[in-house]
């Protein structure tokens, strides 16, 4: 009997060991975050345009691709932004780091990202910051039809602007 007490005591000994072992403590979580919101405001700073754009003009291709390249950096800022406010929902940095990222997906869509306009319209926004993504969205759908002529654009930002008129009265 004396022997079955000690084996069921050294059990409970061991799992709650094995558990507080396992168990990440809180300064485990505490330096994940930090560690990980360093990253997010290092992915969050937009390169500036080379300076040698200053005094040689850059083709259009050059900045096609340095806008594409800031467009998927600061995409995934808002991404790692995003996986810190859910992973640490209780970091003092938790709404900070919600705003980061709508501040990157906004920078994202204004670089042309094809897919910041659906997250940010998938965020909690009043009209006035809907109004403003989707008037950014029909104007980006618009000047990509300047290769077709004048008219295209026109008529591309003229249907654009019809849908607003139906979505915003």
Not at 143 to 167: D, I
């Amino acid at each position: 009997m004396m022997k079955k007490k000690y084996i069921t005591l050294l059990a409970v000994c061991i799992s709650t060991l094995t558990v507080s072992l396992l168990s990440p403590t809180p300064s485990l979580f505490a330096d994940e975050a930090d560690t990980l919101w360093e990253k997010v405001q290092e992915a969050s700073q937009v390169r500036p345009y080379p300076s040698e754009w200053q005094t040689e003009r850059p083709t259009q291709e050059q900045v096609a691709a340095f806008q594409k390249e800031n467009a998927q950096m600061v995409f995934k800022a808002a991404e790692m932004a995003r996986d810190f406010a859910s992973k640490f929902p209780d970091h003092a940095k938790a709404e900070d780091a919600k705003g980061t990222e709508k501040e990157m997906l906004r920078a994202a869509l204004e670089f042309g990202h094809d897919q910041a306009a659906e997250k940010l319209l998938a965020m909690s926004l009043d009209d006035k910051e809907r109004f403003e993504i989707r008037s950014m969205v029909i104007q980006q759908k618009a000047m990509s039809k300047q290769a077709e002529g004048r008219e295209a654009v026109m008529l591309a930002f003229e249907s654009g602007v019809r849908e607003l008129a139906k979505e915003f009265p």
